[in-house]
């Protein structure tokens, strides 16, 4: 494809996902209906999608509306804008005088919201929880995220991993933030084709990610339930720390989100127990620890899903908070006594946060709350808060 035609595709695919549509599925079903696009060509439309969706609304403001062509041609330079839009082939038209003109026009007055392409409702919920960061952290929320991994201890060492990688040109940094965390500096697009992953020494997760499922104190020997599995990232690293000793049970209300559970704890040597709602009873006040990774904004992670922040509304922000209350009261019934559950967020929100536990704790005064923290892209990777939960 020539760089014409991919923004081409990409205005196309913001078109479909200004309408509603999820970027992901939208990127997934382009690429399959198009034979002709090679690997280099659906990454770099899947980036220029993506730093799109990123940026959105500045975009949009500065290139005259929130549609595919606007959007591209306002995070296009000039030359690349003269190269991509010259109408040849499959590239897309010329500017007209009128884009011309509004790319070309004087910045109006800032707005915070916009300039930092958050939702209007969301500044002052951001403002309370992150202060004087928060300038830094929406910056840092506009720039591609870092690919982390895992290395599994049961797999290899660091060393052995970072040396497995290496045969596949993939060069990594170790991360001072967890023990045995990896961010790819070369080629992070060849890791799921690497032996080293392919082989179970190393998982792909977030850096945050991976301190939280640390912070959640699992050991060997322990009855562990993660309690909002989804693809069972979390999972996995409990079951490391768990040195593939004592009971792991993976569950979510959606059973297909773990369908690949099974795969990928085979590839990293671990068991697994997949337990669907209704067989979740037998382990009511059995477990030593007890992960909530609850659903939320995923404000903590736009820049991985960045569409999500353009789709969050009050309303179902509201409906959000209700459903992360129900789960911490359901959760905290498969608790033993005087065990241990820890409640997880990938958003940077308080109203999800620490006013979860806040509410959780004056419903339950026999709970107390234990070590608590929210990361941020500034200090890890993706926004997470954390906070641990024991019975008194």
Known sequence: MTPGARVAAAIEILDEVFDGAPAERTLTRWARGSRFAGSKDRAAVRDYVFDALRRARSLAHRGGGMTGRAVMLALLDEAERTTCFSGEGFAPEPLSEAEDAQLRAAPEAPSFARDHDIPEFLEGPLR?????????????????????????PLRATTGTAEQTLAEDQITCARLPQATGALRVVENARRVQSSHAYRSGMVELQDVSSQIVSLKAGALPGMTVLDYCAGGGGKTLALGAQMEGRGRLYAHDINPGRMKDIPHRAARAGLRVDTIDTRALPSLAGACDLVLVDAPCSGSGAWRRNPDGKWKLTPEALERLERIQSDIL??????????????????????????????????????????????????????????CALTQA
């Open 329 to 386: 009261a359901r959760a905290s019934a498969f608790v033993r006594p005087g065990g241990r559950m820890v409640y997880a967020t990938c958003s940077l929100l308080r109203s999800e946060n620490a006013d979860q536990i806040d509410g959780f704790l004056a419903r339950n005064p026999t709970w107390q709350r234990g070590e608590e923290g929210l990361l941020t892209p500034l200090t890890a990777g993706d926004g997470f808060y954390h």
């Open 128 to 152: 309370a929880s992150l202060g004087a960061q928060l300038g830094a952290v929406l910056q840092a929320q506009t720039t591609r995220a870092p690919v982390d991994l895992r290395v599994n």
